[in-house]
Structures are given as C-alpha cells and as structure tokens.
C-alpha cells in the first residue's frame, strides 16, 4: 500500500478522509482543500476574527461539542437559509457577535477533525489563500518536509465520495505555487488542472456540478466569493482542535 501512499514523494495529492489517511502517512503536513464550503467558510470566520472548530457531520453530539467551548454551533447552507453561521461564506460574513464557532461539515470540516489526532500538522486552503499557505509551505518543503493536499470532494446520495472539480481546482492552486520536482504524478496533475482553467476560474466554478448545484438553491453568491483567487492573507493552523487567524 506504501505507492498507494505516494510515499516516494515529498509533494503527494489524494482524495477524501480515506485518501488523506493513505498520503497522510509518513508526512508531516496535511493541507485540505474543501473550495465551495469549509475552508473558503473557514477563512471568512478567521479574517472576522472567530476561532473555528471542525467537527464532523450530523453527529448527535455537535451541540454538546459546542456547549463544551461556549461555541456556536453552525449549521448547513440550506437550514440556515443563508443567515447566520453556516457553511455559506456569504453568511458567515454577515455574522455579528460570534466569537467561537462549531462548524461541522461532512467533507472538508469531517477530514480536519479526523486528522486533529494524526501527528500532522492540519492547514486549510482554499483559492482565497492560496498564495499564503503556498508561502508557508515552500519552506518546510525546502527544509525536507513532506506535504499531502487533500481534495475533500463532495458526497453521492449514498455516501459514497463524489470528485468535486472545484477542490481540485483548489488544491491545484496551492501545487502550482510550490516547487513540484519531488511531487507525485497525482499532484502534478492537479497542478496542471488548475492551470487549465486559470484564466477563467469563476465561470468554470459555477459551471461545474457543485457550483450549478448552489447557484440553482440561491448560494451564488457563495460561488463568487469561493473564486477569488489570493484575496486574504489567513493561514489556518489546526491546533489543539481548533483554527486561529495566524499561525
């Protein structure tokens, strides 16, 4: 399972909470990329000042997760319709008076909180900060530290793992600002999507499935915001279960 692992590569790109177990191993550093929710959410609570927690999905226990940390519990897109905390960065934009935040996710948010015990060091991106944590890791990289992005995707009705572009695109974002002569082909791949699509990023994003799917329920604004690219210097570090502004 070790080339399942990418372990001969410093620079390693996979899929999902499965994928981010099999290149998490033997790294140091695990970057997860969720565009069109959790870490483009993530870091619009940040740059507000709030302090994220990651939990996982519809677990009966997020309440009590978030009443432990004197947190609000945010809920999905849809429940909230698009006022108060919730997975919407345009919503958690418009939040007042929130200081600690829950915000659970079944992609993105779940992957985070399940790597918080791994021994890596957890970071969120997006195409918002892109240039930021790319800055962050090229030293590590130099350094001889080894880095798994993870695309979080979306989910089937199933439950299965959907490949969402759009976290492709964004991990694709963060690979092509690093150095890649010791990256796997998957990341590299990833590098060379983004590139595709570079020049017209927001049009594709709202073309692509996962996009479409938001722009018909009302969440275009969403989609906006997740496209601008290098907009926010925030550098999400997971540390002792939760995110802060810096590092």
């Given at each position: 399972?070790?080339?399942?692992?990418?372990?001969?590569?410093?620079?390693?790109?996979?899929?999902?909470?499965?994928?981010?177990?099999?290149?998490?191993?033997?790294?140091?550093?695990?970057?997860?990329?969720?565009?069109?929710?959790?870490?483009?959410?993530?870091?619009?609570?940040?740059?507000?000042?709030?302090?994220?927690?990651?939990?996982?999905?519809?677990?009966?226990?997020?309440?009590?997760?978030?009443?432990?940390?004197?947190?609000?519990?945010?809920?999905?897109?849809?429940?909230?319709?698009?006022?108060?905390?919730?997975?919407?960065?345009?919503?958690?934009?418009?939040?007042?008076?929130?200081?600690?935040?829950?915000?659970?996710?079944?992609?993105?948010?779940?992957?985070?909180?399940?790597?918080?015990?791994?021994?890596?060091?957890?970071?969120?991106?997006?195409?918002?900060?892109?240039?930021?944590?790319?800055?962050?890791?090229?030293p590590r990289l130099a350094a001889?530290?080894?880095?798994?992005?993870?695309?979080?995707?979306?989910?089937?009705?199933d439950g299965s793992l959907r490949?969402?572009?759009?976290?492709?695109?964004?991990?694709?974002?963060?690979?092509?600002?690093?150095?890649?002569?010791?990256?796997?082909?998957?990341?590299?791949?990833?590098?060379?999507?983004?590139?595709?699509?570079?020049?017209?990023?927001?049009?594709?994003?709202?073309?692509?499935?996962?996009?479409?799917?938001?722009?018909?329920?009302?969440?275009?604004?969403?989609?906006?915001?997740?496209?601008?690219?290098?907009?926010?210097?925030?550098?999400?570090?997971?540390?002792?279960?939760?995110?802060?502004?810096?590092?």
């Amino acid at each position: 399972m070790a080339d399942h692992g990418q372990a001969a590569y410093a620079v390693r790109f996979e899929w999902g909470p499965t994928g981010a177990a099999a290149i998490g191993a033997g790294a140091d550093i695990a970057v997860v990329v969720d565009v069109l929710s959790f870490t483009t959410t993530l870091t619009v609570a940040l740059e507000r000042g709030m302090t994220v927690y990651p939990y996982l999905w519809r677990d009966a226990r997020a309440a009590q997760f978030a009443d432990e940390r004197d947190a609000v519990l945010a809920v999905g897109r849809l429940e909230a319709g698009a006022v108060g905390a919730s997975l919407s960065p345009a919503a958690m934009a418009a939040v007042e008076g929130v200081e600690r935040v829950v915000l659970p996710s079944p992609n993105g948010s779940s992957i985070c909180f399940g790597l918080a015990d791994s021994g890596l060091t957890v970071v969120g991106a997006c195409l918002r900060n892109r240039a930021a944590v790319a800055a962050w890791l090229a030293p590590r990289l130099a350094a001889g530290q080894r880095v798994a992005v993870v695309a979080a995707g979306e989910r089937w009705p199933d439950g299965s793992l959907r490949a969402g572009f759009e976290d492709l695109w964004g991990a694709g974002a963060v690979l092509a600002a690093l150095d890649l002569a010791r990256a796997s082909p998957e990341a590299r791949a990833a590098a060379r999507a983004f590139a595709a699509v570079s020049t017209q990023l927001a049009e594709e994003l709202r073309a692509c499935a996962s996009g479409a799917e938001l722009v018909s329920a009302g969440f275009g604004r969403d989609v906006d915001i997740a496209a601008l690219v290098d907009v926010c210097d925030v550098l999400p570090i997971l540390r002792e279960g939760h995110f802060g502004r810096t590092e």
